[in-house]
């Protein structure tokens, strides 16, 4: 009788739920907020210290902490940050920085662009080197063989480069809102929407767990 009571006590402890609602708010939250701000304060303009300031520019000032804070909540939860999550909290703080510091929107803009060119370039160097540098960021969440972690790399490069693109169209095309909107929902949607498509990769490079288990 002891035994089975004490069995559900210590599967009970291991249930860690809360902790992972709680880091896809630290995740989308301050992303979220941001754009509910925009378009709260979007057509307003604030006189600091004889200093105009559009909406865009004070809701950036009010994103860096946030973010910043979100990005250490997430840390201490986690006890770990992914490269592109320490690589978007530095360019969040500089461009970010940048555009309240200069007063100049188009800082901001410019932040997811460089941040896909530099994880488009640092996959491809890996490439080069014949590594794939997503299998070690992706720490095993995927079983894959090499060929696989390859190929996915290949294609991630060039969605990151494409995404790059896409928004130095939109953000010189556009308007400021429009803008917005792609950066909250299009950007995250467009790389959701490739993984989904990547089934048949998963499915032909998959490594299986009862043969990796034997190894």
């Known amino acids: 009788m ?17 902790p992972s609602g709680l880091k896809s708010a630290l995740e ?14 979007k057509d ?13 520019v004070i809701v950036t000032a009010g994103f860096i902490p946030v973010f910043v804070a979100a990005m250490a909540a997430m840390w201490k939860l986690t006890g770990h940050l992914s490269m592109m999550q320490l690589v978007t ?13 200069l007063n100049d929107e188009r800082f901001f803009q410019m932040k997811p662009t460089l941040i896909y060119l530099l994880l488009g370039g640092a996959l491809g160097i890996g ?31 060039w969605l990151f480069f494409g995404l790059a693109a896409a928004n130095e169209v939109v953000r010189n095309t556009m308007e400021m ?3 917005v909107s792609f950066k909250t929902f299009g950007l995250p949607i ?3 929407g490739f993984f989904m498509t990547q089934a048949k990769l998963f499915e032909r490079f998959a490594i299986d767990d009862k043969k990796a288990e034997d190894q």
């Open 89 to 101: 909290t530095v360019m969040v703080v500089v461009f970010g920085g940048l555009t309240v510091w």
């Open 28 to 41: 989308f939250g301050p992303v979220l907020a941001f754009f509910v701000a925009y378009l709260w304060l």
């Open 44 to 56: 307003e303009s604030f006189v600091i210290g004889g200093t105009e300031y559009a909406g865009f």
């Open 190 to 192: 467009a790389v959701f």
């Open 177 to 179: 809102s429009t803008w």
């Open 127 to 157: 490439l080069l080197r014949g590594e794939s540098w997503l299998a070690k960021v992706m720490e095993g969440m995927m079983p894959l063989k090499h060929e696989g972690w390859m190929l996915l790399t290949k294609r991630v490069m």
């Open 2 to 18: 002891q035994t089975e009571t004490s069995k559900p006590e210590a599967t009970a402890e291991k249930t860690p739920e809360k």
